[in-house]
């Protein structure tokens, strides 16, 4: 999460938490083509056993030339994504793309610089069935990455609004945004803004989280994206093991929609050195997370499973369905919407298997 400083922006992770509850809702894959779902983010590590093979692929730019936008979509080599991080487009003169060479052979670009972004990809659609690592919730997505979050932590919320206009263009569905800030300039909140209302005019869903820091975002406190509280968003808060509103979870009758498990989520991440200074990386590819950044991919995995199932439904009804879902949960009364969760939705398939 993305706390208040003006210019790079600090970051405070919020992963988090496991399984067994909420599922997906028994698509079954069938023949439909997969639903396109943009992780923005810090990046995802297309390199990863568990993730591999669910990675959204731009064809155009795989098979086409390097250093060329072969596509012309305004990113070069992005064939599992981009990066729009405008301090990179600076240095290199070009927004370049996850896949390419620059990250293929500079060591400094990694495909995710702090692991979140993977974290958050495992979740919602780590590959299902194929006996190693774990189950995400989706059954069957392809994941986009597009990258804003720095290596260090920091990140530009304007980026974030570049992002989403990617995603959009490039053809996701439904947007995952593990991330906010509490205070925007006004240049970027109608920079973001925009980005929402193109997302919504393309009949695409975010899904927010609501963040950590355990304030009523109704009374205290606002957190952009989420407090933007669009039609076509979704905003997520985080609960406990026991069901209840988990204690760094923020809240907020009007701005928050729905809450999800968050403690003890157990998801891919880059392998990498523990010693890392608050990286998730681990040497096995997995760790255990918690937070309102996992509670939300949780309702992206959700949305992305309404939308197999229901290819001509629109995106407000999509998101209605996912509101539906949700079970009364008296912990929640007077801290979201309906005082509601989806803790305990279970349709078929688990997700977040313990490797
Ligand atoms: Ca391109
Ligand atoms: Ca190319």
């Not at 093991?241 to 809450?259: C, P, Q, T």
């Not at 998730?280 to 197999?308: C, F, H, K, W």
């Not at 801290?335 to 305990?344: D, F, N, Q, T």
Request: charged letters at 15%; hydrophobic letters at 40%; aromatic letters at 8%.
């Amino acid at each position: 999460m993305i706390n208040p400083c003006s210019g790079p922006l600090r970051l405070t992770i919020v992963l988090g938490a496991f399984i067994g509850v909420m599922v997906g809702v028994g698509a079954n894959a069938s023949d439909a083509p997969p639903v396109i779902v943009a992780v923005v983010d810090s990046g995802i590590d297309y390199h990863h056993e568990d993730l591999k093979a669910i990675m959204w692929v731009n064809i155009a730019e795989r098979d086409g030339i390097d250093y060329v936008d072969d596509d012309g979509n305004g990113c070069v080599d992005d064939i599992y994504g981009c990066d729009v991080r405008s301090l990179v487009r600076s240095n290199l003169g070009y927004y370049p793309g996850l896949g390419g060479p620059d990250y293929e052979k500079d060591r400094y670009m990694r495909p995710d610089g702090i692991g979140h972004g993977t974290h958050v990809a495992g979740v919602i659609g780590a590959q299902r069935g194929n006996g190693i690592g774990i189950d995400g919730l989706a059954d069957n997505v392809r994941l986009m990455a597009v990258t804003f979050i720095n290596p260090g932590n920091s990140a530009y919320m304007a980026d974030a609004a570049v992002a989403i206009r990617y995603a959009v263009d490039n053809g996701a569905k439904i947007i995952n945004c593990s991330f906010g800030q509490r205070y925007v300039e006004p240049d970027v909140f109608y920079q973001l803004q925009d980005a929402v209302t193109y997302a919504d005019a393309h009949g695409v869903l975010i899904v927010t989280a609501a963040g950590n820091f355990g304030h009523d975002l109704d009374a205290t406190d606002s957190f952009f994206p989420a407090s933007l509280q669009r039609d076509n968003m979704i905003t997520v808060a985080a609960l406990d093991a026991e069901g209840g509103l988990w204690k760094h979870s923020n809240y907020g009758l009007r701005s928050v929609d729905i809450a999800a498990p968050g403690t003890h989520v157990n998801s891919t991440v880059p392998k990498g050195d523990l010693s890392l200074f608050r990286k998730l990386y681990d040497p096995s590819g997995y760790m255990i997370s918690e937070g309102t950044s996992v509670a939300t991919p949780r309702v992206t995995a959700l949305v992305a499973n309404l939308t197999q199932q229901y290819p001509n439904v629109g995106h407000y009804q999509i998101r209605q369905m996912v509101l539906d879902q949700a079970v009364s949960n008296p912990a929640l009364a007077g801290k979201i919407k309906r005082g509601a969760s989806i803790a305990h939705i279970v349709v078929s398939g688990i997700g977040g298997v313990t490797p």
